[in-house]
């Protein structure tokens, strides 16, 4: 099971011996919106599907699953990404986690500390002076980066 | 309103980002200034790099016979293994030798003594020259005739890149050693007091790898014997091994370092054998990988050195150096055994390969600064 909270869940049911039975059981997950787990569910099944197609060939595997996450990533905006990121890690499913922080990266990888800030919703705290001389020695990293 | 990420979740965003991206990204707030230079996150990303390839830079270092240049030519070669176009890399320090290299910082020398020593990191434009350590000359050697060795590589045990001075004297009848170590830690260098066996250093470089320096050493006494030394950088100790096979004569051997692996390489005019010790520091686990004949797959080569394999480790490339003087790089197929040269107009004529990979290792040290970047330091709109 990927979603290794909820199988802890289940995991902590079995030991508590409350026989569950039915195959609906309703699993409390306050800390997950309804749309990121909506994408996440369909990730996972994709993952599974993906995997068991090609049971021998990892190759085949990566390379399926990099289209289809190249597909997802059309249709996610930049900011639900961050709302993914926290309902993959509260579920603790790894893969999704690794994926949606590595489109984060590459979404911020060329952009200005401007853009960065707004993304992340932070804001300098530096002392005066001490944001331009970092700027000053680091100058040449702040070349080639994308207009806001 | 933006949702609020945990710093652990941060952290695992930042370790994917290449090196330019996180220095620029030192000036976004405190924390992200603090998450950056930590040193375990330093690991971390360092880690990430080394698994995927992120930034991996080839510094293509032309010989002391070249016109001396103020730059580097370095290629990016990206994690497909494809070849960027060449660029240029300011030199730290003019008229220095890089004399080896380890987890994205660089090990550069002046002078044949190799008193003078410096560690830089290309990527992230920081170098740090080491404190200058005397060569103690054995009483009795005054005459002698010595040359100096160095290494640069990391010690796993104690989380610390060292550099290794080996110093041999010559006299007629018999020689000696001094051995120093230096350590990024503790910025210091020692002297090793460990007894060295009889036998001369008789390969070209010393080679780092997995907290040991490797060479191949030819026996004073027995002829034509050779061994290949090892000194771990943790126990300072030594311990000789046996080559795969004993040369003859008319065979020249090479030491490399191919996948993570000890490599072992005989030559002669018709064949190039190589071997990979495939369980370290175990001898019988030599292993022939691949032979090269000479004429059949590629042109006249004087020697080559094994740079590393192709993603799915069927090909390896080469740094081909040919009778002639021109350096190539080139894929050689092991099953098909057939050779690619890589074709770049803008690689130099001669040159060796120094790789690095996107590392944030000596950020403390001092600044690199490029002539170029200052003239154009009033055009650069500001970000």
């Keep these: 099971m990927k979603f290794c909270a909820v199988k802890q869940y289940f995991d902590d049911e079995n030991n508590n011996n409350i026989t569950s039975g039915a195959s609906t059981t309703m699993i409390p997950l306050p800390n997950v919106e309804s ?23 990892k190759k085949e595997t990566e390379k399926e699953m990099e289209q289809y996450e190249q597909e997802l990533l059309k249709k996610v905006m930049p900011q639900e990404l961050t709302e993914l990121i926290l309902a993959a890690n509260y579920l603790n499913f790894k893969e999704a986690l690794d994926f949606f922080c ?17 993304f992340f919703g932070l804001e300098s705290d530096f002392e005066l002076g001490e944001e331009e001389k970092l700027r000053e020695e680091f100058a040449w990293s702040f070349e080639g980066v994308d207009e806001d | 309103m933006m949702p609020y990420i945990p710093q652990e979740l941060i952290t695992e965003i930042l370790a994917r980002l290449p090196v330019k991206s996180l220095i620029r990204f030192l000036c976004v707030c405190k ?52 070849f960027r ?35 830089w990191n290309p990527l992230v434009r920081k170098y740090r020259k080491l404190p200058i350590e005397p060569i103690e000359e054995p ?34 009848d018999s020689m000696e050693f001094e051995v120093k170590v230096y350590s990024m830690r503790s910025n210091s260098w020692k002297k090793i007091d460990e007894q060295w066996p009889n036998k001369e250093i008789c390969c070209q470089k010393l080679l780092a790898l997995n907290g040991d320096v490797y060479w191949l050493a030819a026996d004073r006494v027995v002829k034509d014997l050779e ?42 005019y018709l064949n190039s054998d190589v071997y990979l010790m495939k369980k370290n520091g175990v001898e019988s686990s030599w292993t022939q990988i691949f032979k090269i004949k000479q004429h059949v797959v590629c042109r006249d080569f004087e020697y080559f ?3 590393m394999f192709s993603t799915n480790g069927k090909k390896v490339l080469l740094e081909e150096h040919q009778e002639c003087g021109h350096t190539n790089l080139i894929w050689y197929d092991i099953e098909k055994k057939r050779c690619y040269r890589v074709k770049n107009r803008s690689f130099p004529y001669v040159f060796m390969v120094a790789t690095c990979i996107g590392s944030l290792l000596l950020l403390d040290g001092d600044n690199v600064i490029d002539p170029r970047q200052k003239k154009n330091k009033g055009k650069r709109k500001r970000n």
């Design chain 2, 305 to 307: 050195r094994t740079l």
């Design chain 1, 35 to 57: 749309h990121p787990l909506a994408i996440l569910i369909t990730y996972c099944k994709k993952h599974l599907k993906i995997k068991a197609n090609n049971a021998d060939n």
């Design chain 2, 227 to 268: 061994s290949i030394l090892a000194f771990n950088l943790a126990t300072e100790k030594l311990r000789l091994y046996e080559t795969p096979v004993p040369p003859d004569d008319d065979q020249f051997t090479c030491l490399d370092v191919l996948g993570g692996f000890l490599c072992y390489i005989v030559n002669d």
């Design chain 2, 31 to 82: 924390e992200w200034y603090a998450l950056i230079t930590d040193s375990d996150f330093i690991k971390l990303h360092l880690k990430s790099s080394i698994e995927t390839n992120r930034d991996r830079t080839l510094i293509l270092n032309e010989d002391e016979f070249s016109p001396p240049l103020r730059y580097f030519s370095a290629v990016q070669f990206s994690k497909d293994n494809q």
């Design chain 2, 139 to 172: 009483s009795s050697f005054s005459s002698a005739i010595r040359f100096s060795h160095l290494a640069f590589g990391h010690d796993p045990r104690n989380d610390d890149y060292k550099v290794l001075r080996v110093t041999e004297f010559y006299m007629a």
């Design chain 2, 85 to 119: 176009k060449t660029f240029e890399i300011y030199k730290p320090l003019q008229n220095w030798v890089i004399s080896d290299y380890c987890d994205g910082l660089v090990c550069l020398h002046k002078g044949y003594e190799k008193l003078e020593v410096a560690i």
């Design chain 1, 102 to 118: 590595r489109a984060v990266a590459s979404a911020i990888q060329n952009k200005s500390i401007e853009f960065v800030r707004k």
